[in-house]
């Protein structure tokens, strides 16, 4: 039946090359749009560290002084506050409360080797010492920090391995010296490619990057005794001036604190100790607004921050649009030519096939008709996804066509087909025998 | 022509009918969507921002230390103005289509209770004012004494001028001269009011504020370095600008020059309004073909239709129809499927207006989009049917005499 239903699908098809040629370009052109802006919305909604991002969460409490008229909307990309001052996040990663937990803030300096080399400019993280394993920052030479170094401020750094390449000409560069913003830092180990996308921790910087990655780690204490300030601020008190590179360390909010929570018993009881730690502070009189915590999971920080543009998923609408179109347009088509064989089905079924058969038949053609407009709209949206690269806003670069959404591409280019088969198909079963079997 | 017929010979092709109608009401729905979009789309690209873009370019330096912002100042300023074909240079804090907005809530009493929206202040030093070429519609322009220094992001107590869209909104219907406002401490007086002034970032806080720009007269200083307004004549601005930027790698070797903000500012309007230029192109992308895909639908199915209905027009035309009533009968059928579906799709557009404008800023579809949609969906449908009317119209009356 198998092999029956094929043939006669693929006669079908090659009855009317014409209009087959129609069905299947209108196919193809409605799959392949809808693949492009699907595929997009893929790769920006993607798990920016697959297997660590879902017990990932980002803790927060409101530091911040009582609000002002006329407070400057200035600061933070997103307007969402996140920062802590350092004593807080000190504190909270001191409590051990949960797992493992980190804090970090986003840095960019100046790099330079021992030699007196070419000066370049890194971006990295300035970290306590949890960072390596919590992110799942793999090493290729040498070790990161310890507690110990961390507690110490020991003038220590790990950098990428192409940053080492950079910078020593030499992918292994553990125990030379390298100088960040003219300090000396001992390079202790060389971290491999490491490039979450999206950048969830630091989107103040960027979201989407394909050239730009964290290649410089260094410990919070040691980056505060070289005196070279952060990246990020979360605002100062008092009106402090907020100055690129320094940072007036007790009054303004810098760090953000990640903590590694494995079920929701731990978030909750994580919830749960950030707001006790905000109440006592505002008992104390260091917090002057009233309690207030935050505990954010990676999709939830993602989403709240916008981080797949509004025009990518207008697109996706647009397109789904498009598609439903397209089926609309291939359905008609498809019943004219069904029906044009009004005949040939009436003899069929005089014969004694059942309506199934006749339906099957149909269905059978359609869904063929489907794959190989799925088949047509691969290189399309190939082209689709070149043009989109072509864009050049920072997350286009990542529009390519991974295995998955290919075999998504298959299942929907199928599912379109049979389902745009359906309606003709029930319309042609229901031509009747005796009719076209008299008038042919 | 008699449209019971038509209407009795539809009720015997029902599924295809309701396909049709249903194609043109989605692409009815798309159509005036999408052309809403890039219509909102161009005309953001195209506002005034008030300043005299072709003669005017910005140099941006970075990484400099806080302590050297005078001395940088100084050797901008006196090395920069000896390029030839330069009109002036001066310390501005940004440009519009910069991208970099220096954004404050302003209130209109002193307490900080009567909130009057998030406006851009920008900075200028002496001679931007002019640089910029605003246009003064009232109040007086900057003078000497009134560029004072910066204390946090500007000037602590100063005069300001201000947009005509931000007086109008600030104070409607009240003369603007001499009112005050306050950002938290810091106090500023409307001494002028210029035409049009747009923001670094236009569209941002939606398309009402473009204009809520505050010029604040600034002594260039410490906190107020870095950014250098270039004039010089349409003409010459390549040159001069490629000049400056090659002068300053002398100039100031230790800051680093941002290439991409040092631009003409028409050019950073180019790049400001890019993916906005791109959505249009790919709305108009989407557009096509969906025309295309529905006119080639409307052929297909009404050329099945000829075909199948050969004998009956032959035995219309036997019996005296012209060939001018078939292709009449073909093309009432098709406006009566167009009209159908149009009606379906007025209601859709309005549905996925209503979709969208949750995801956007945007505002509710106008109304006359219908009948221009409606207008353009009847003309693909005439244009589309036309070619299978006409072979339907060709059919000799012989046809009639012979069987299938």
Redesign the interface.
Same mark, same amino acid.
């Given at each position: 039946m198998f092999g029956y239903n094929f043939e006669l699908a693929w006669r079908g098809l090659r009855h009317h090359p014409r209009?087959t040629l129609?069905v299947v370009l209108?196919m193809a052109?409605?799959l392949a749009?809808a693949m492009t802006t699907l595929t997009l919305l893929h790769v920006l909604s993607s798990d920016p560290l697959p297997g660590i991002s879902q017990h990932l969460y980002m803790g927060w409490v409101d530091s911040r002084q009582l609000p002002?008229?006329?407070?400057?909307?200035?600061g933070s990309a997103s307007g969402i506050p996140s920062h802590l001052k350092l004593a807080d996040a000190q504190a909270l990663l001191t409590a051990h409360r949960a797992p493992a937990q980190v804090m970090l803030t986003e840095i960019i300096q100046d790099v330079q080797n021992d030699s007196g080399g070419k000066t370049q400019s890194a971006v990295g993280i300035a970290a306590s010492s949890g960072l390596f394993p919590m992110f799942g920052i793999a090493l290729l030479h040498g070790r990161y920090w310890t507690p110990a170094e961390d507690a110490a401020h020991a003038p220590v750094v790990v950098i990428s391995g192409g940053l080492s390449r950079e910078v020593f000409g030499t992918q292994d560069s553990v125990g030379r010296t390298l100088r960040v913003g003219g300090k000396p830092f001992r390079v202790i180990g060389v971290s491999a490619k490491w490039a979450p996308q999206p950048h969830f921790y630091g989107l103040d910087l960027w979201a989407f990057s394909s050239s730009n990655a964290d290649s410089l780690f260094l410990p919070v204490g040691a980056l505060l005794d070289s005196g070279l300030g952060p990246f990020a601020s979360g605002g100062c008190d008092d009106?402090t $001036?907020l100055?690129f590179g320094?940072v007036n360390v007790p009054h303004c909010r810098w760090l953000s604190l990640w903590v590694q929570l494995n079920d929701a018993a731990q978030v909750a009881g994580y919830r749960q100790f950030l707001l006790d730690y905000a109440s006592q502070q505002h008992g104390a009189g260091r917090f002057e607004r009233p309690p207030h915590a935050k505990l954010y999971s990676v999709p939830g920080w993602l989403a709240l921050n916008h981080v797949v543009p509004?025009?990518v998923?207008?697109?996706v609408?647009?397109?789904g649009?498009?598609l439903?179109?397209?089926m609309?347009?291939v359905?008609?088509?498809l019943?004219?030519?069904f029906?044009?064989r009004s005949v040939e089905i009436g003899v069929r079924r005089a014969l004694g096939a059942p309506r199934q058969a006749i339906f099957a038949q149909c269905v059978w053609e359609a869904g063929m008709a489907g794959v190989l407009g799925g088949a047509l709209a691969l290189p399309l949206t190939s082209f689709g996804l070149w043009v989109v690269r072509r864009?050049h806003?920072g997350y286009t670069d990542l529009a390519h066509l991974d295995p998955l959404t290919f075999a998504g591409l298959f299942g929907l280019a199928l599912v379109v087909g049979l389902l745009v088969g359906m309606? $003709?198909a029930w319309?042609a079963c229901r031509v009747e025998p005796g009719l076209q079997v008299k008038?042919a | 022509m008699q449209i019971r017929p038509i209407f009795a010979a539809l009720r015997k092709h029902r599924l295809a009918t309701f396909l049709i109608s249903m194609e043109i009401a989605l692409a009815c729905a798309v159509l005036c969507n999408a052309c809403f979009l890039i219509v909102n789309r161009v005309q953001l690209s195209h506002i005034r921002s008030g300043v005299d873009e072709g003669a005017l370019a910005a140099i941006k330096l970075t990484g400099f230390d806080e302590d050297q912002g005078v001395d940088l100042n100084a050797r901008v300023l006196n090395g920069l103005a000896r390029i030839p074909g330069m009109q002036s240079v001066s310390v501005i804090s940004a440009v519009p289509f910069s991208g970099s907005p220096n954004n404050a809530g302003i209130t209109t009493d002193a307490e900080g209770k009567q909130f009057a929206g998030v406006v851009n202040f920008y900075s200028g030093g002496p001679g931007s004012f002019e640089a910029l070429g605003l246009q003064l519609v009232a109040g007086r322009g900057p003078q000497e004494g009134d560029y004072q220094p910066v204390v946090h992001f500007v000037p602590d107590d100063a005069l300001v001028w201000i947009t005509q869209s931000l007086a109008d909104h600030a104070w409607p219907g009240v003369d603007p001269l001499g009112k005050e406002f306050w950002v938290g401490k810091p106090h500023f007086r409307v001494a002028g009011v210029v035409a049009h002034l747009a923001r670094p970032s236009p569209g941002e806080g939606g398309p009402s504020t473009i204009d809520w720009s505050v010029f604040v007269p600034s002594q260039p200083g410490a906190h107020f370095a870095g950014t250098y307004l270039l004039r010089a004549s349409p003409e010459d601005l390549p040159r001069v600008l490629r000049d400056a930027r090659a002068a300053i790698a002398k100039i100031a070797p230790d800051a680093v020059l941002d290439t991409t903000a040092s631009q003409g500012v028409g050019n950073l309007r180019e790049s400001f309004f890019q993916q906005d230029r791109t959505m249009a192109g790919i709305l108009l992308g989407v557009i096509t073909a969906m025309l295309l895909v529905t006119a080639l639908g409307i052929f297909g199915l009404a050329s099945f239709w000829v075909q199948q209905r050969r004998r009956q027009i032959g035995i219309r035309r036997a019996i005296g129809a012209t060939r001018g009533d078939i292709l009449h009968y073909f093309q009432t059928e098709n406006f009566l499927i167009v009209t159908g579906g149009i009606v379906l799709g007025m209601a859709l557009a309005f549905a996925l207006n209503i979709v969208l404008m949750k995801f956007y800023e945007l505002p509710r579809l106008p109304l006359y989009y219908l009948p221009i949609g409606a207008l353009a969906l009847w003309g693909l449908g005439q244009l589309a049917v036309l070619g299978p009317a006409l072979r339907a119209a060709a059919v000799p009356p012989v046809v009639a005499t012979r069987s299938v």
């Open positions: 209009t129609l209108t052109l409605g749009s002002k008229a006329g407070d400057s909307t200035t009106d $001036p100055i320094k509004d025009n998923r207008l697109n609408w647009l397109a649009g498009f439903l179109l397209c609309v347009n359905a008609g088509l019943a004219a030519r029906l044009r864009q806003q309606l $003709p319309r008038s | -």
